[in-house]
């Protein structure tokens, strides 16, 4: 099962890109990268996915290295509506291998 | 909103009683979810339903015991619980359970507190 680490902490300021990096080294190739992001007292809230190419949507930019080790999800400018605890899943679709860790919590600060 | 909606939001229940969470989704997906959600912890995945059959059981207790009568609603039934389980249960659907297919839609949630 792949196995992700994540900085447990990132500040960033408002209207400033926030990069948030993720390492899953063990990765297999048939796992898709997802992001999701968890504000404080709802569900988790869907972001952007990808497999190997680097994905944007309206949401954020998705940047997965070359050999899939690392990504790096990009909000280029936060608000403070995006302080959220985030969180990076590699998902194969096989349930069993989703695993949920603590995740980056990222305070925006005026 | 996003669609899926679980009530109640706010549970108190003692260790002997029997209480059922409810979840629906609106989304005409395939998959539904529960997870568990500790204080501090990790979401743990509880169970996996896809076309109403149950996919997953990641060892959760007897106590726990899920039904999904159709696509669109997923139950818990709670008996006999203890104070350990006293956390946030979440409900997601999602159209399928690929992994290309897997974005996964949450509901607020229910605070379960067990005394």
């Known amino acids: 099962d792949a196995k992700t680490t994540q900085p447990p902490s990132m500040d960033c300021a408002e209207g400033r890109a926030a990069n948030l990096p993720c390492n899953h080294s063990?990765?297999?190739?048939?796992?898709?990268v997802y992001w999701y992001r968890q504000i404080h007292s709802q569900g988790p809230q869907y972001i952007i996915h990808?497999?190997?190419?680097?994905e944007t949507n309206e949401m954020a930019s998705l940047i997965i290295t070359e050999d899939r080790k690392s990504s790096t999800l990009i909000l280029p400018h936060a608000t403070l509506r995006d302080t959220a605890v985030y969180y990076c899943?590699?998902?194969?679709?096989?349930?069993?291998?989703?695993?949920w860790g603590l995740g980056t919590s990222l305070a925006v600060n005026p | 909103e996003t669609g899926v909606t679980q009530t109640p939001r706010h549970l108190v229940m003692g260790m002997t009683n029997k209480k059922s969470l409810k979840c629906e989704q609106h989304?005409?997906?395939?998959?539904m979810y529960w997870y568990k959600q500790s204080a501090k912890k990790p979401l743990e995945l509880m169970f996996v339903?896809?076309?109403?059959?149950?996919?997953e059981n990641n060892s959760v207790p007897s106590r726990f015991s899920p039904e999904c009568p159709n696509s669109s609603h997923l139950f818990l039934h709670l008996h006999t619980l203890q104070p350990e389980d006293s956390a946030l249960y979440l409900c997601?659907?999602?159209?399928?359970?690929?992994?290309?297919?897997?974005?996964?839609?949450f509901g607020a949630g229910t605070r379960l507190s067990v005394l």
């Open positions: 990808g497999l190997k190419n680097n």
């Open positions: 339903y896809n076309f109403k059959e149950q996919t």
């Open positions: 899943i590699p998902n194969a679709g096989n349930n069993r291998k989703l695993i």
């Open positions: 063990t990765i297999s190739g048939n796992e898709y």
């Open positions: 989304l005409g997906h395939n998959a």
């Open positions: 997601a659907s999602s159209q399928d359970v690929l992994g290309a297919k897997n974005i996964q839609y």
